[in-house]
């Protein structure tokens, strides 16, 4: 997770569509660099192979940077080789911002990213440069499957293989890593933690880790689904190379002999920093939507209540008001319920904003034109009523077993804001003569 690949600086995601198409990549998975600052590792295709017993693996794992994209940490594996004299860190956590069709990819959910080997110093130099923690855990494998993750790493660090279909939360840069040694274990890492619960969720960490942003705090809330709710086993939350540095330090495999043995040996820190570490809660910003929905919905019922005691500015102020957010909010349920048909976003689904934002409040935007020249205001407040009563609709529901999906704080915000429009427009245009 942890390098993009940079020929000129900048980031994708981070606007009004910064917001929906930053999601694609606010899970773990990216350090951007100005140039090619980590040199490759250097071709070691005319060494003789070593034998098993050469071979050294260690599990790296870097700690959240300041960068909305380094809050989630990364990993590597690290595969020292005596025999050839060399310490390699394959690192599944790249993207090309010059990739063909970039931007469309990523809206899209199609992400490719690719894993390539560095040397380890020079990784480990970069982090520091970065303020990043970094920690070593050499990883207890027999000589036979050191050998087999060295042919596994080493093929797929291949122009035919590298790159991959890069999810989020199900295939990023650290289940890779952990898929990786979990091949070469047999399935002794999944059997071990698939079962156990963690009582947390997609939606709780990704939160707990955004909540310093709160703009892709709220994006994060908005976009994603009851889907993201569901609890996940320690399997699961690996996808946080933290969390799976963590949970590999409590699996014991059993060796060819019969004997339980520690997966991971006693880390080993090779830089320290100042950084400070990430949340270990995802806080509650109920009461501040709540607020700003409030405020939000006297605007539009003193508006309204004016235009009914004949100001004359009060219906500039509705109608402008009106239709800012109408349109605002039209176009994010419109690209929401797309994204259920045109988009791989699999956490995006079955998700109950919808009766937040939805297309009808283009249909509202529109109608508010028409009414500032007498015309159809009987469907401007009815098309209001309806916006309210499905914002309504999407409350109750709450009440009912299947939907449950964590969206309080968008449910304050959204709620008293439609409501509030809905009164204020019934009020001024019933008020006024056709």
Same mark, same amino acid.
């Given at each position: 997770m942890e390098r993009s690949e940079q020929r000129s600086p900048g980031f994708p995601f981070l606007a009004a569509h910064e917001?929906?198409?930053? /999601?694609a990549l606010l899970a773990p998975g990216v /350090? =951007?660099?100005?140039? %090619?600052i980590l040199s490759e590792a250097e071709d070691t295709s005319l060494i003789t192979p070593a034998t098993g017993s050469d071979l050294e693996v260690s599990l790296m794992t870097i700690g959240p940077g300041d960068a909305i994209w380094e809050r989630f940490s990364h990993n590597a594996l690290v595969i020292r080789d005596r025999k050839a004299r060399t310490e390699v860190a394959y690192n599944w956590g790249i993207f090309d911002f010059n %990739?063909? &069709?970039?931007?469309?990819?990523? +809206?899209r959910g199609r992400m490719l990213y690719r894993m390539e080997g560095y040397l380890l110093s020079d990784l480990i130099s970069a982090y520091e440069r970065l303020n990043r923690d970094v920690w070593l855990e050499r990883v207890n494998l027999t000589p036979s499957q050191r050998l087999e993750l060295q042919a596994l790493v080493e093929e797929?660090? #291949?122009? +035919?293989?590298?790159? *991959?279909? *890069?999810?989020?939360?199900r295939d990023n840069c650290s289940t890779r890593v952990r898929d990786a040694l979990d091949k070469v274990l047999g399935g002794q890492v999944r059997a071990s933690t698939e079962n !156990? &619960? #963690?009582?947390? #969720? *997609?939606r709780w960490h990704t939160a707990r880790l955004l909540s310093p942003v709160l703009a892709a705090y709220a994006g994060i809330q908005f976009v994603v689904g009851s889907r993201g709710d569901a609890p996940i086993s320690a399997w699961e939350e690996m996808f946080l190379p933290l969390r799976m540095r963590e949970h590999l330090g409590n699996v014991r495999i059993r060796t060819p002999d019969?004997?339980?043995?520690?997966?991971?040996? =006693? @880390?080993?820190?090779?830089?320290?920093? @100042?950084h400070p570490p990430p949340p270990g809660e995802a806080p509650t910003f109920l009461l501040s939507f709540l607020g700003v929905g409030l405020v939000l919905s006297g605007l539009f019922v003193i508006a309204g209540e004016a235009v009914v005691r004949r100001r004359r500015w009060a219906k500039w102020v509705l109608v402008t008001t009106g239709t800012a957010w109408s349109v605002t909010v039209g176009l994010l349920g419109t690209a929401l319920v797309l994204s259920w048909f045109l988009t791989d976003h699999y956490f995006w689904g079955l998700n109950e904003n919808v009766f937040q934002a939805n297309p009808l409040s !283009? +249909?509202? +935007? #529109?109608m508010f034109l028409f009414a500032v020249f007498g015309r159809s205001r009987a469907v401007v407040v009815h098309l209001a009523l309806a916006v309210a009563a499905l914002s309504v609709g999407g409350l109750l529901l709450q009440l009912l077993s299947g939907f449950d999906q964590v969206n309080g704080e968008v449910l304050a915000f959204m709620v008293p804001a439609h409501l509030g429009l809905a009164w204020g427009v019934s009020r001024a245009w019933l008020s006024l003569p056709e």
């Open positions: 917001m929906l198409v930053l /999601i /350090i =951007p660099l100005s140039g %090619q %990739q063909e &069709d970039f931007i469309v990819r990523l +809206a797929t660090d #291949t122009d +035919a293989n590298r790159h *991959y279909r *890069y999810d989020y939360y !156990l &619960d #963690t009582g947390s #969720t *997609y019969g004997e339980e043995v520690p997966l991971l040996a =006693p @880390s080993v820190r090779m830089v320290e920093t @100042s !283009l +249909a509202l +935007a #529109t």
